[in-house]
Structures are given as C-alpha cells and as structure tokens.
T-cell receptor, first 112, second 115 residues
Framework: GESVGLHLPTLSVQEGDNSIINCAYSNSASDYFIWYKQESGKGPQFIID?????DKRQGQRVTVLLNKTVKHLSLQIAATQPGDSAVYFC???????????FGAGTRLAVHP | DSGVTQTPKHLITATGQRVTLRCSPR?????VYWYQQSLDQGLQFLIQYYNGEERAKGNILERFSAQQFPDLHSELNLSSLELGDSALYFC??????????????FGSGTQLSVL
C-alpha cells in the first residue's frame, strides 16, 4: 500500500531532534484516541493510545498529550530517527459509536 | 508483520467490473474492519464484522458489500466499479468488539486501480 501520493502537510526534522505532530479532533464525545504510523507500502501501525480521563501517556520515545478543552492531540517523538519517517494519523473513537475516525495525517520527513 | 493478510496486493480492472478483496484476520481476532484510503479522503471506515455478524457501518456505498465467513476471513465485494473507486483498501482486525477500547491491526492493503 503506497501512501506517498497523499496530499498531506509535512513536518521536516533533523535526525536526533524531537518531533511534535499535532491533531485536532472533531467530536467532544470521543473518549479514546490512538496514533498510527503508516510507512510507505504498509498498513497503519499502532503507536500509542490514550483515554479521555488522561492528559498524558508515555511510551518508548513517544508521548501523547491530550487537551480536551481545545480538542487537541499531539504526538511527541524524542530523538527522531530516519526510521520514524512515515505518515502519522491520529484517530478518535466517539463514545457510543463503534467507529474509529481517522484524521487526515501528517507526513514526517527525517533528514540526516 | 501485523498478522493480517490481504489478497491480492494489486488489482487492475475496468469500469463496470466487479472485484473481490480478501482478508484473513490475526489468529484469535473476531472483528474485521474494512477501510478505504484515497488521495483526497484519507482513511475512511467502510464496515465492521464481528464473529460473522455486521457490527458497524460507515460510508460504504450500496455497490459495495462485505461478509465474514465462519472461519472469520472476510471478503469485500466491489461492483459496478467507477474510476473514483481506485484506492487502497485496508483490512484490520481486533480481538473483540473494538475499536473504542482496543488496538486495530492492519494488513498491507489491496491497491485497486480502475481504468
């Protein structure tokens, strides 16, 4: 599955820098949020999730922040590596709806 | 490797034709989801099956249909194909009802080109 044709905003960072990818979600009733990474030729891959009763959750080199007041989600990647180059999607699961709604995605380009 | 298998990887067909996309979920997963990824629409949820039964429906056209078989594999049937149906079609699976409380695991997709 090739995703390079998607017309997406691009974040360019230097290898070793920290990356912050932002996402505005639409439904104030959403209570579960997920970040997915899609590398060229592959399907989306789960990175990290967070529930609405939390503001922050940390994984290995990644942190997700949730601001419910402004319906904003961010993904922070520490010490970005070339292997982090991909398209990143946030997704929300509105309470009461058995659906996962994906955002438009952001392309992360890591330069040596 | 997510454990979700999709076939074929690529499909080229003509307008008006009908195709079938196949998905085998991860071992033990009962839910199968179908998503469409196009250049201008991003990832759009089409439909979900849980243990053979339709569980949730998204923006799936009437020309499209899906089913989940007793062995839990799923097929997405696309008929009367139009140029605009050209897209990547992903299948995902999860253990339970999902997706509001569990991870979805995605396959590598089927690239459909309608000429």
């Amino acid at each position: 599955g090739e995703s390079v044709g998607l017309h997406l905003p691009t974040l360019s960072v230097q290898e070793g820098d920290n990356s912050i990818i932002n996402c505005a979600y639409s439904n104030s009733a959403s209570d579960y949020f997920i970040w997915y990474k899609q590398e060229s030729g592959k399907g989306p891959q789960f990175i990290i999730d967070i529930r609405s009763n939390m503001d922050k959750r940390q994984g290995q080199r990644v942190t997700v922040l949730l601001n419910k007041t402004v319906k904003h989600l961010s993904l922070q990647i520490a010490a970005t590596q070339p292997g982090d180059s991909a398209v990143y999607f946030c997704a929300e699961a509105p309470s009461g709806y058995n659906k996962l709604i994906f955002g438009a995605g952001t392309r992360l380009a890591v330069h040596p | 490797d997510s454990g979700v298998t999709q076939t074929p990887k690529h499909l080229i067909t003509a307008t008006g034709q009908r195709v079938t996309l196949r998905c085998s979920p991860r071992s033990g997963d009962l839910s199968v989801y179908w998503y469409q990824q196009s250049l201008d629409q991003g990832l759009q949820f089409l439909i979900q099956y849980y243990n053979g039964e339709e569980r949730a429906k998204g923006n799936i056209l009437e020309r499209f249909s899906a089913q989940q078989f007793p062995d839990l594999h799923s097929e997405l049937n696309l008929s009367s194909l139009e140029l605009g149906d050209s897209a990547l079609y992903f299948c995902a699976s999860s253990v339970g009802f999902g997706p509001t409380n569990e991870k979805l695991f995605f396959g590598s997709g089927t690239q459909l080109s309608v000429l």
